[in-house]
């Protein structure tokens, strides 16, 4: 099992509360909160967070159209996820191996 924790001082200030606001696709485990609202994300395997990933960006770009600035939220809050998994430790070893 692999847990990667997204920090509410990235660039969107992200807390699980913000984060429920959004209709962003969850990894399969979902999204969990930690005791200061830090949000946590499960994965089975580094291979299942890297897919994932790609997933969000497949959805952050099928929302570039709509120009809302909802949307931008959005996307902030997606690269924020995905600089999480990318600069994950596990992450970088499984992909270096």
């Known amino acids: 099992m692999l847990r990667i924790n997204i920090s ?14 959004y209709e962003i696709p969850a990894p399969r485990s979902g999204f969990n909160p930690e005791v200061n609202d830090t949000v946590v994300m499960q994965f089975e395997d580094e291979q299942e967070a890297i897919d994932y990933a790609h997933d ?10 709509e120009d809302t600035s909802e949307n931008s939220a959005v996307r902030n809050v997606i690269a924020d996820i995905i600089k999480a998994i990318s600069d994950d430790e596990f992450v970088q070893a499984y992909i270096q191996s």
Not at 8 to 21: A, I, N, R
């Open 8 to 21: 509410s001082d990235v660039d969107s200030e992200l807390t699980f509360t913000e984060l429920e606001k």
């Open 56 to 65: 969000l960006d497949e959805f952050a770009e099928s929302i570039q159209d």
